[in-house]
């Protein structure tokens, strides 16, 4: 696969790496990764150590694979070179990419970079005695757009005020939950909150989300568990209200299978209401609820926040900030992209360099990863080349550049 580091290392040595490599392209969805269409190169992430330590490029290139190549019109990319502000992505035929303005808005209100980082978690309150071997942490938080948020290592969802995380397993006894905050330049700050599963506490009505969001639009499975309670023997009805307006898209006898399509992204507070009886008139019926969380999130906000992380690495190393720059990879990247980005800085490239790298124009989004490409143009007008730039959660749910 062409690289930014190969495009980097190659520039670093001869100032220009269009003579020396060929592009790749993906054809890509929001939730798969089709890798079948990647040519996958097993020594792409040493190439640039092996530069720096002297290696030869003929060695190199001995162990390249098939490479695929990709052209983008220039009348395509014209206003993302042309105009003052760079476009985040241009309109595709991909489905759920995130770059299709019929399926999403063209834009999102992201917030300031500068907010204050703040967070209130709502739930499970501390010390909190739960029947159930899972559950969601969920609360409201401010911050800049990419604020991460992650439960014991496990990014949740945001939408840029509220977070919900997936079901964290927990083990018969006192479970710490460690909720961990931070942003790209900030370091993580833990809450923790201690909770007491006692599997003899299970409620009488659970109801459970089989997935706890994705973007919008999201059809969400979900289950709902009953047992009777004390001196009860029948269920007399059931209520279901999916989204939160009042309205019970479910009433009366449970059916066999439950399901929601959210259409618009937002957080969602499922709830199902269960009334049990025994069936004596002098007696009032026992009624019981439970409540879920979905989150159907922002296409657009994301696609945002990713292309502000990568514009963050370009603007910082046209300010030859790399120890800033550096922020917006995975540790595991820092160290080899400081050496790199170090190295075209001495030789004077850095700025050039870092000048020649072009808009986004295509890519897919997933939960908790995404792949952008960009392009660069080359030496023949109107002839751009394609580099795939990887995107991963890290382990405080911060959006970082994970391969490129």
């Known amino acids: 696969m062409k690289t930014l580091t190969r495009f980097l290392v190659l520039t670093f040595l001869w100032g220009n790496a269009n003579a020396y490599e060929t592009p790749v392209h993906a054809f890509m969805t929001k939730t798969a990764f089709d890798r079948s269409d990647l040519a996958v190169n097993s020594a792409k992430l040493l190439f640039a150590i092996w530069v720096l330590q002297g290696a030869s490029l003929t060695n190199y290139l001995q162990k390249r694979i098939a490479m695929k190549r990709l052209f983008f019109l220039s009348i395509i990319l014209l206003s993302g070179f042309t105009s003052a502000q760079e476009i985040c992505g241009f309109p595709t035929s991909l489905i759920k990419s995130g770059f299709e303005r019929a399926e999403q808005p063209a834009s999102a ?55 919900v995380s997936p079901r964290i397993l927990l083990e018969p006894g006192v479970n710490t939950l460690s909720i961990r905050y931070a942003t790209l330049d900030a370091a993580p700050v833990t809450i923790t909150r201690t909770v007491n599963y006692m599997p003899s ?100 906000f994301t696609r945002q926040t990713l292309c502000g992380v990568y514009y963050t690495m370009k603007s910082r190393l046209l300010a030859n900030q790399i120890s800033l720059a550096v922020n917006t990879q995975s540790p595991m990247q820092q160290t080899r992209m400081t050496n790199l980005w170090t190295a075209l800085s001495n030789a004077g490239r850095l700025n050039a360099v870092a000048t020649r790298l072009g808009p986004i124009v295509d890519g897919q ?22 580099f795939q730039v990887r995107f991963r959660k890290d382990e405080n749910g911060v959006w970082r550049i994970d391969a490129m």
Do not use: C, H, W
Request: proline share 8%; charged share 10%.
């Open 109 to 163: 209100i992201l917030p300031p970079e500068n907010t204050a980082v703040s967070i209130n978690v709502q739930g499970p309150a501390n010390g909190s005695v739960v029947g159930v071997n899972a559950i969601q942490v969920y609360g409201t938080y401010s911050g800049p757009a990419n604020t991460g948020i992650a439960v014991n290592g496990v990014p949740a969802l945001t939408d840029g005020s509220s977070f």
């Open 201 to 300: 506490a299970l409620p009488d009505v659970l109801l459970a989300a089989r997935s706890p969001g994705d973007y919008a639009p999201i059809l969400v499975p979900f289950t709902l568990a009953t047992k009777l309670p004390s001196g009860q023997n029948q269920i007399t009805n059931v209520r279901i209200d999916f989204n939160g307006d009042g309205i019970f898209e479910v009433n009366g006898a449970a059916p066999i299978a439950l399901e929601y399509a959210y259409e618009n992204a937002g957080l969602y507070v499922p709830t199902a209401i269960v009334t049990f009886d025994d069936g004596l008139t002098p007696t009032a019926p026992v009624v019981i609820q439970d409540q879920a969380r979905v989150m159907a999130q922002n296409l657009a």
């Open 365 to 386: 989004i997933t939960r908790n990863t995404a792949e952008l490409m960009i392009a660069i143009s080359t030496a023949t007008s109107g002839v751009f080349d394609g």
